[in-house]
């Protein structure tokens, strides 16, 4: 009781655009915003995972590369290691 009495008093100054926030509030979790979110990290990770499948044999030819030059130079630079 108490509280429709405040309730009345404050309705004055309540803008009216600004929607109740006991609105909607039936459900504690969105299920269907909840599948949405899952179906987009699911489609995305799967899209990471595509595109680290296809660069990975580059990257791992490259680095192999790479790394060969390294090592042919330290072992042919006539350096002796102290």
Do not use: W
């Not at 309540?14 to 504690?28: I, M, N, R, T």
């Not at 995305?44 to 030059?69: H, I, Y």
């Amino acid at each position: 009781m108490e509280f429709e009495a405040m309730d009345a008093d404050l309705a004055s100054y309540l803008d009216k655009a600004v929607p109740s926030l006991q609105e909607g509030a039936e459900h504690f979790v969105d299920c269907d915003r909840l599948k949405k979110n899952i179906c987009t990290v699911a489609r995305e990770s799967r899209a990471v995972v595509a595109d680290l499948m296809v660069d990975q044999p580059l990257f791992l030819l490259s680095s192999a590369f790479v790394s060969g030059l390294l090592l042919g130079r330290t072992l042919f630079s006539g350096k002796k290691p102290s």
